[in-house]
């Protein structure tokens, strides 16, 4: 219409009535442009993400601000290392988010939306490729993308035979939703005494601390959580590792599935050995 090319023509109007331009591209951009998101080199080889505040062309550095550390899914932490810090880095130490980085959230939740398991395993090879850079605190964000949308139960739509993992006493202990309520966002949860095998049911727990344990696709949700541990543990964040390797720990500790002998079979040694795993790194972060 007129008045939609009078206002493209004029970005004064635009501003004046409320409306905002398309924000251009990632790529569209210089590199070196104040206010762009890139990913700097720091010591020991190790890469982060900052915001450039200042591009000094005469001796070639550039002025950057560090994204806080606090990851979406774990909390914001409240440390002094969650603080605001800048640095004065030359320009050669500066290069481009990952093209994955810069995917519209909209279209990363469509994803999921359409192939959940597809999506997340994706999801974990680039978290994979940010720890090789290695940028850790960008690995443990995308590697909290896949986690939560694997982990997350809903009283409105998950099924009352669900899997999770509930804490009782302090562990992360494997059971069954045998109900739940929409309206207090609780679920009662069974547990099987594998040595008695009597039942007991943990009544009322909150949806927000089940972990839904998506058995057919257990080793990536392993992964998953493993692999995010090893990064907090290389940030110092001895705390919040351990917890992941808690959960992976709940994963395994109860038998696999029974069928054939020689399927028990390997699933038994599956069993042990990420078990194995996750009790050593746990014991490491308890070292530490």
């Given at each position: 219409t007129d008045l939609e090319e009078a206002l493209v023509s004029c970005p004064e109007e635009m501003r004046r009535r409320g409306v905002r331009?398309?924000?251009?591209?990632?790529?569209?951009?210089?590199?070196?442009?104040?206010?762009?998101l890139v990913r700097v080199q720091v010591a020991a080889g190790r890469w982060r993400r900052a915001t450039i505040e200042c591009h000094d062309e005469g001796d070639g550095t550039v002025d950057v601000l560090f994204?806080?550390?606090?990851?979406?899914?774990?909390?914001?932490?409240?440390?002094?290392q969650a603080a605001e810090e800048?640095?004065?880095l030359p320009v050669s130490a500066v290069r481009p988010?990952?093209?994955?980085?810069?995917q519209p959230e909209q279209e990363l939740r469509g994803a999921f939306a359409e192939d959940l398991f597809a999506t997340a395993a994706r999801v974990k090879d680039e978290a994979n490729c940010l720890f090789k850079l290695p940028d850790y605190e960008a690995a443990v964000e995308r590697y909290a993308l896949a986690i939560d949308e694997l982990r997350r139960f809903s009283s409105g739509t998950s099924s009352s035979s669900t899997q999770v993992l509930v804490n009782q006493g302090g562990v992360l202990r494997?059971?069954?939703?045998?109900?739940?309520?929409?309206?207090?966002?609780r679920a009662d949860v069974e547990?099987?005494?594998?040595?008695?095998?009597?039942?007991?049911?943990?009544?009322?727990?909150p949806c927000r601390t089940l972990v839904v344990v998506r058995e057919?696709?257990?080793q990536l949700q392993t992964a998953l959580y493993m692999n995010r541990a090893r990064s907090l543990m290389q940030l110092s964040r001895q705390q919040e590792a351990a917890q992941d390797l808690s959960i992976v720990i709940g994963f395994w500790s109860a038998p696999g599935r029974v069928g054939t002998e020689a399927a028990e079979t390997d699933a038994e040694?599956?069993?042990?050995?990420?078990?194995?795993?996750?009790?050593?790194?746990?014991?490491?972060?308890r070292l530490a």
């Open positions: 331009p398309n924000a251009p591209n990632y790529r569209d951009t210089p590199l070196l442009s104040v206010g762009k994204m806080n550390t606090g990851t979406a899914g774990l909390g914001q932490r409240e440390d002094a800048e640095a004065t988010l990952e093209d994955f980085e810069v494997k059971g069954i939703v045998t109900a739940n309520n929409s309206e207090s966002e547990l099987v005494d594998l040595q008695s095998r009597q039942r007991h049911v943990v009544r009322g727990a057919e696709q257990l040694q599956e069993r042990r050995k990420y078990l194995a795993k996750a009790l050593f790194l746990r014991a490491k972060t």
